[in-house]
């Protein structure tokens, strides 16, 4: 009789655990959905050929990983009521955990206790954030040494180097683009734009070369055909100060 109440609880979490998966399974269909779409991509459209990271992975396999845990716990308690409780006991730990790792309490997230809606953008925006310091890095760097950033196209592209036309994350028709590096002149604003295509980094500078802004068209997504400018995901979104642009801002002081 004692062990009624156990099974009874056991049930009631295997089945909290399923509902918690079917509810993030969207995130699995999102996961295939940008396969087919990867693999069956047209001509004009720019794909992120590395979107599956290790975050991605675990989206994608959130709701079957849960959904088979809670199952499992079901079919054990039927043999093993004493592994079941231990596993019950696990479980109670590591599913708040899993959905607390990648907090989605935002206005663009799935729900309060899951994933972020779709998180199939983030290697490209990891990609990308790497690319823009270093290149922010390069012209720091040109501007310490000099008392003030470039202010023509020739002295950015001089200040930069190769550095600017390094590998992208982006492929169109199977060819892998370079990113690329584009002189503005915005009074030190964050350049935001209808971009021709993906990986260009535009550079915003003031008149007086004190202060200046880097940011970078994309996707959003793992595949498009609308290249637009990338914004800042969850990990990197509080950094910025323009509404989640994935941007970076440097400015030099009077010593």
Known sequence: ???????????????????????QSDETWSALKCWWGIRHAAPNEYVVHNWATLYTWASALFAPGWLF??????????????????????????????????????REAGGPVGLEELPFADAERG???????????QIKRWGDDRGEFPK?????RAAV?????????????????????????????????????PGVVYYSVDQTGTQFVLTISGLNAPIDNHPSMVRAGAFVGGKQPWGGLLATEERLYDR
């Open 1 to 23: 009789m004692k062990i009624d109440w156990r099974k009874r609880a056991a049930v009631a979490i295997g089945a909290l655990l399923s509902l918690v998966a079917i509810w």
């Open 161 to 197: 180097g190769a550095l600017a036309y390094e590998s992208s994350p982006y492929e169109q028709a199977g060819k892998e683009i370079a990113f690329n590096l584009e002189f503005e002149t915005d009074d030190g604003r964050p350049y935001s734009t209808e971009p021709r295509r």
């Open 69 to 106: 845990v809670g199952v499992g716990t079901l079919f054990l308690l039927r043999r093993r009521p004493v592994s079941a409780l231990i596993a019950i006991i696990a479980l109670l730990i590591l599913a708040p955990i899993s959905c607390a790792s990648a907090p989605s309490l935002y």
């Open 127 to 137: 990609t990308d954030l790497k690319h823009l310091m270093r290149v922010d890095e």
């Open 152 to 156: 023509s196209s020739d002295s950015l």
